[in-house]
């Protein structure tokens, strides 16, 4: 019965339309501290995708890829190398971390057409890397677009600890912005009773400012939706633009 049961879960979960799961860009290094122990060399995991139900979508290579630290932007987008997430084309590269600091790496995409939204996505990603003890900065706002803002310090996490960001769009905070939280499933070993637990949806509330209590270890990406003011055209007309401001954090187990 419960095998049956499992069965019936995950139907629910496969049979949903894929224009109603939510979509991610995704950045995630291959550690979210960086030390002596770790080595300096990161590597970084670039791609967009439905990271719970572990579907890919062809990540065309990115605008631009940078990394800042202590407020300066170095242009990384010349180190991506032709990848595979999930299946699907995707983008890796590989950083020297060699000096004490607090790495943000920064996706831009180019305009992804979802026909069956009948609109483009641009999703601007971030990951904050903290090195060799460092933690100055984690907070700084770098003039994107659209970006999550972390308040909680976005790293040396425990799973159950509360995570707050604000939303900003062109440098304002967006009140009541929906910001849509989903769990990389890595291993496929997660498994959702029902759609409605696949993509987790908090508000912000009236100053930007979002909350979520993480579950469980892992990574997470929080994914922050707003409609552009522009649209580009697709199939002859003009179709509109969905911004996301995107933020990956990873959540550890507790120790005790």
């Known amino acids: 019965m419960k095998r ?5 879960a995950l139907a ?14 995704m950045v995630i290094p291959d550690t979210s501290v960086v030390s002596r122990q770790t080595g300096k060399e990161l590597g970084l995991s670039l791609s967009f995708s439905h990271p719970f139900e572990g579907v890919g ?6 605008a631009e890829f940078s990394v800042v630290v202590d407020g300066k932007k170095r242009d990384l987008t010349g180190t ?10 995707s983008w890796a590269s590989s950083f020297a ?7 943000t790496f920064v996706m831009t995409p180019k305009p992804y057409w979802e026909p069956a939204e009948d609109l483009f996505i641009i999703h601007y990603t971030k990951t ?31 799973a159950g600890n509360l995570f707050q960001g604000v939303v900003k769009l062109d440098g304002k905070a967006v009140p009541w912005a929906e910001v849509e939280v989903e769990f990389y499933n890595r291993d496929g070993k997660a498994k959702a009773a029902n759609e409605y637990l696949v993509t987790q949806v908090v508000k912000a509330d009236a100053n930007g400012v979002f909350s979520f ?10 994914s922050a939706l707003n409609e552009a003011d522009y649209q580009l055209e697709a199939e002859g007309e003009k179709k509109g633009v969905e911004l996301g401001a995107v933020l990956w954090v990873e959540f550890s187990k507790w120790q005790g």
Do not use: C, Q
Request: proline share 12%; charged share 20%.
């Open 57 to 62: 979508m062809p990540l065309e290579k990115p």
């Open 97 to 103: 971390v060699k000096r004490p600091g607090v790495y």
């Open 12 to 25: 629910l979960v496969v049979s949903l339309p894929l224009s109603a799961l939510a979509h991610f860009g």
């Open 80 to 89: 991506l190398a032709p990848s595979e997430v999930m299946g699907k084309p």
């Open 213 to 222: 209590t993480v579950p469980n270890e892992g990574w997470w990406g929080f």
């Open 128 to 158: 904050i890397v903290p090195a060799y003890g460092s933690e100055e900065g984690w907070d700084d706002e770098l003039g994107l677009k659209t970006e999550i803002v972390p308040l909680t310090r976005p790293f040396g996490l425990y």
């Open 4 to 8: 049956f049961a499992a069965v019936v």
